[in-house]
């Protein structure tokens, strides 16, 4: 029967097999941190996951000679969460009677806690010559 030598140190002792494993290592380590930032981003955005009841919404036009029509959306936003968000928006695509997208409206607030409402008034960017008839809430993001 042959006899196998088992030792071991000299494998120990080479330099490429420590640098191959520190390399998996820091490969391990980023990979975990890209998908533990990926789930955070993940979950702190987003439109209709819960985070913020929206209700009450109506809009409100006014005519400028010099402008053209401006809109605001008003409704109330609640905190449904156990959270606390230092930041929350909602936004708002604002179309004619045609529904003709005329623009974006956007209200946001720092500091929502955990079970607050907050009273929004979000404006439309633009000034359209064409007067605005409906909304859709578009997108909701807190985190």
């Known amino acids: 029967m ?11 002792k080479n330099p490429k097999n420590k640098k191959g494993i520190w390399i998996a290592i820091i490969g391990i380590v980023i990979i975990v941190s890209i998908i533990v930032v990926a789930s955070v981003f993940a ?4 439109s209709s ?30 905190n449904v ?3 606390n968000f230092s930041y929350a928006s909602v936004e708002f695509s604002v179309y004619d009677a045609n529904g003709n997208n005329l623009g974006t409206a ?16 979000a404006t439309l960017f633009d000034f359209p010559s064409t ?13």
């Open 2 to 12: 042959e006899e196998i030598n088992l030792d071991v140190s000299e494998q120990t």
């Open 43 to 46: 979950g702190s955005s987003g």
């Open 81 to 83: 969460t156990s959270r």
């Open 106 to 121: 956007l209200a946001n607030i720092n500091n929502l806690s955990s079970g607050d409402t907050w009273r929004f008034e």
């Open 131 to 143: 007067r605005p008839a409906t909304f859709k809430l578009v997108e909701i993001v807190a985190w």
């Open 49 to 78: 996951n819960e985070k913020l009841a929206v209700s009450g919404t109506s809009m409100s036009v006014e005519y400028n000679e010099y402008l053209g029509y401006s809109a605001k959306i008003t409704g109330v936003a609640k």
